[in-house]
């Protein structure tokens, strides 16, 4: 897949409608939260270097909400995470998820996780550091974003993005990290690991993992908890022991009901009692 030059990406950058090819066919359990009383849709997000898309959900009323950067996982910000949106705008957020991929390229577009991981894999951490601020920064001025209720959340690849954004921002109250990775080769472009600032994190953050998964093992899980043991932010990590990766993904054969039931109710207790 040709890349996308940063010349040409503003022009080419759309919102995913729909899911992504890669994930074809949505399985039954897949889950619609419909948009009655919301503000959704796309948007777009200043940037360093133009516009990114994004998708918006939040409720139609007056006043500040407290806001959650959405993090998307490979597949880009397809349906699943725009629903994800509306259900975090039916309690009460303004949600938010930046298209992080695409000066890189469209992932939806591509019809194997194959052909996805060689263009996630271009993906500068600094860049997606740096579009999330855009993001947050937007969102405050742009969306009725209250500035003292701050929080992030993100799946698989934006899982591990959830524990690194949030060792970069302070302004966050809090995170949830969901079945996100936890160690492995540092890169250039993946300077860092959360297992490598756990014992320095100050923002709490809940990470959510399967028992079963079987790219991030139970004794990368462990050395995570040990390391935060000696951090002041008070994270915390549950592990579902019969649950594999992605069991929080309604429209995949990996989903797990009981599991994905619990971690919400978990991610929205969290994210009270920490001030989200």
């Not at 360093?48 to 880009?76: C, N, Q, S």
């Not at 298209?99 to 390229?105: A, E, H, P, Y």
């Not at 994190?201 to 000696?230: A, C, E, F, N, W």
């Not at 549950?238 to 990766?245: D, E, F």
Request: charged letters at 20%; one cysteine or more.
């Amino acid at each position: 897949m040709k890349e996308i030059t940063r010349r040409n990406f503003i022009a080419t950058a759309a919102l995913t409608t729909g899911f992504a090819i890669a994930v074809q066919p949505i399985a039954a359990s897949v889950l619609t939260t419909d948009a009655k009383g919301l503000v959704a849709g796309a948007v777009k997000i200043p940037v360093k270097d133009g516009e990114i898309p994004a998708y918006r959900a939040m409720p139609a009323t007056e006043g500040t909400f407290p806001l959650v950067l959405v993090i998307h996982e490979i597949f880009g910000v397809h349906e699943h995470i725009q629903d994800i949106c509306r259900r975090f705008a039916k309690l009460g957020y303004v949600a938010i998820a930046p298209d992080l991929f695409v000066r890189q390229g469209n992932v939806s577009k591509l019809s194997s996780i194959a052909e996805i991981r060689p263009v996630v894999d271009k993906v500068p951490d600094a860049q997606v550091i740096s579009d999330l601020d855009a993001t947050l920064d937007w969102a405050i001025k742009s969306a009725k974003a209250n500035t003292n209720q701050l929080g992030v959340t993100g799946f698989c690849w934006g899982g591990r993005m959830t524990w690194v954004y949030a060792a970069h921002n302070p302004r966050l109250k809090a995170g949830v990290a969901w079945y996100g990775p936890l160690a492995g080769n540092t890169t250039e472009l993946k300077p860092t690991y959360p297992i490598d600032i756990a014992s320095t994190l100050k923002v709490p953050i809940l990470g959510l993992y399967g028992g079963k998964d079987t790219g991030i093992t139970l004794d990368t899980v462990q050395q995570m908890r040990d390391r935060l043991k000696s951090s002041s932010s008070q994270s915390q990590i549950i592990v579902y022991p019969n649950a594999p990766h992605a069991f929080f993904a309604d429209y995949r054969p990996s989903y797990r009901e009981t599991e994905a039931k619990d971690g919400w109710k978990r991610l929205q207790t969290w994210f009270k009692q920490h001030g989200v």
